[in-house]
């Protein structure tokens, strides 16, 4: 069966504090993506990746980076949180470019105080 | 930009088909049409796709209008447990890889 892992389901943290948010994939899948979710806003993507060490600016990525050191794992870095940055956090991933079919986590609500 | 538009919510009978509408009318001749839902403190979940014709699985039907500037979703026999949030997205080329707008989705509750 098909999963998606994020490392918590929620997190409170401080503002100014650096946040590691972890995503594993047991899929074997190329693509792995980030997204915010915000409510009346659908789906937002901070940052994707399509292969190990690579990755590509979504349409929000102020204020957030990524790492990709191993296939099954996507990690977002908010090197500073905001309050602005309080959100649910959604991973995905998926097999190929072309199959834009996308597994997704359960999500983290992330608080920044 | 979202490039969908859904009513925000919709309520259906237990039982009875519902239908989805989305327009998606600046849709380009590549770009696919996709569906997913999000039931309340999960993550979203695929649950079909097409660019031109009308599709079907275990899921549901997607019904692409001729112009494919509008489509539908149906579930031909809803339950209580198709209570979720519904997403319409294209699905647009960004170079080589393959992106998904997302628009704000639509609530359909099922009632008993």
């Known amino acids: 069966d098909v999963k998606v892992t994020q490392s918590s389901r929620y997190l409170v943290k401080r503002t100014g504090e650096k946040v590691f948010l972890e995503c594993v994939q047991d899929m074997d899948h190329e693509n792995m993506f980030w997204y915010r979710q915000d409510p009346g806003l659908g789906l937002r993507l901070i940052y994707f990746?399509?292969?190990?060490?690579?990755?590509e600016k979504g349409d929000i990525p102020e204020g957030y980076s990524v790492s990709r050191e191993k296939k099954e794992r996507f990690s977002l870095i908010l090197e500073s949180a905001s309050t602005n940055q309080t959100s649910m956090y959604l991973c995905?991933?998926?097999?190929?470019?072309?199959?834009?079919?996308?597994?997704f986590g359960p999500g983290t609500r992330l608080t920044v105080l | 930009d979202a490039k969908t538009t859904q009513p925000p919510s919709m309520d259906c009978a237990e039982g009875r088909a519902a239908n989805l509408p989305c327009n998606h009318s600046?849709?380009?001749?590549?770009?696919?049409v996709y569906w997913y839902r999000q039931i309340h403190s999960q993550g979203p979940q695929y649950i079909i796709h097409?660019?031109?014709?009308?599709e079907t699985n275990e899921m549901a039907s997607l019904i692409i209008t001729e112009d494919r500037k509008s489509s539908t979703l149906i579930l031909p026999h809803a339950t209580l447990r198709d209570t979720a949030v519904y997403y319409c997205?294209?699905?647009?080329?960004?170079?080589?890889?393959?992106?998904?707008?997302w628009g704000a989705g639509t609530k359909l509750i099922i009632k008993p």
């Open positions: 097409g660019l031109k014709n009308n």
């Open positions: 997205i294209v699905r647009v080329a960004m170079d080589s890889n393959y992106q998904l707008i």
């Open positions: 990746s399509y292969d190990v060490k690579m990755k």
């Open positions: 600046t849709i380009s001749g590549n770009e696919y």
């Open positions: 995905a991933s998926s097999l190929t470019s072309g199959r834009a079919e996308q597994f």
